[in-house]
């Protein structure tokens, strides 16, 4: 059975060059019983949660509030949300905190978990992220930072070897998206094929 501990270590031995997620070298620090882990090339801070030594807890926190947006803006926005929601099979958005954060929350099997998997859970809030961020038109707020992590997780399995289709394939089985959505994703992160996503739920 894989401990707390084994996790922590994993994320506290990194590099900078590296193109996967939990081999960065993250800053981590605990507070009411949650890891918050931080790395200055990522625009936000991931939080981790040991839940009875039977599932890791991964969340996300967007700093995007909906409670002070106006009527419209708020519809439209669950909207996109939920509309992911429906296409991505192993994360969720959710609405947290008095500012009615958007959240983004994946859950791992942690007896079980290897730093491969950890990794691919990670991969896939930052693929979550990244269509939402896309969605919702917040390229501007996030400096473009989130889109250059997703390119480089693509570009870090080319690098592998890995064609298209083995990585549309990585993104459907590994990471969790429905097929369309992994398209859409390497179409736009290879060919430049920007906007795919606006004409889907604009």
């Known amino acids: 059975m894989v401990e707390e501990s084994q996790v922590l270590q994993w994320l506290e031995h990194g590099e900078e060059s590296t193109g996967r997620l939990v081999d960065l070298k993250w800053k981590i620090t605990k507070s009411d019983g949650n890891f918050y882990l931080e790395n200055e090339k990522l625009p936000f801070t991931i939080q981790l949660k040991f839940l ?37 099979t192993k994360v969720k958005f959710m609405l947290e905190g008095l500012g009615e954060n958007v959240v983004a929350r994946a859950d791992l099997d942690l007896p079980t978990i290897t730093k491969d998997e950890l990794d691919k859970g ?9 269509l939402m961020v896309r969605v919702l038109h917040l390229e501007e707020e996030f ?60």
């Open 122 to 130: 990670l991969s896939l809030l930052l693929s979550s992220l990244y």
């Open 52 to 88: 009875e030594k039977e599932t890791l807890e991964i969340k996300l926190d967007t700093n995007v509030e909906t409670a002070t947006m106006d009527s419209r803006d708020r519809l439209g926005t669950y909207r996109a949300l939920l509309l992911l929601n429906s296409q991505i």
């Open 143 to 202: 400096n473009q930072q989130i889109v250059e992590r997703m390119t480089m997780l693509v570009k870090e399995l080319q690098s592998q070897g890995k064609s298209e289709k083995e990585i549309i394939d990585y993104l459907v089985h590994g990471v969790g998206f429905k097929d369309d959505e992994a398209r859409k994703i390497v179409s736009e992160l290879i060919h430049g094929d920007l906007g795919a996503n606006e004409r889907l739920y604009g």
